[in-house]
């Protein structure tokens, strides 16, 4: 799903909302975000969850993720997401993503 969004605030606190509830619920969540945003959530998940849940909230950094392989070949980041979250499809725990695509200019993407 595509989430475009104009107002950090929404956007940032989706993000929690998304997040906890995923921890909450029993998930491990994949939490790809830039590191200024990161911060932000963060400090607002560890309000809502518990220890428990926390090691469940896999953060990485949306550049590298995303970049892991020198571009943003859609089969080299469906790959490397793959790789990321194959540990916990093995066990068949519960799996919640959310993960931030930054563009320099979003009328590129709807051509």
Known sequence: ML???DQIDCYLQNAVSYISAGAKYGGH???VENDRNFLQI???IRKLLDNEELKRVHFANNFDFYYSNGDFNPETVFN???KNIQPYLESGAKIFTW?????GNVKIIFR
Do not use: C, K, T
């Open 29 to 31: 969540v994949l939490f």
């Open 80 to 82: 490397f997401f793959l």
């Open 99 to 103: 993960g931030l695509v930054e563009w």
């Open 3 to 5: 989430y475009q969004f």
């Open 42 to 44: 963060d400090n607002e």
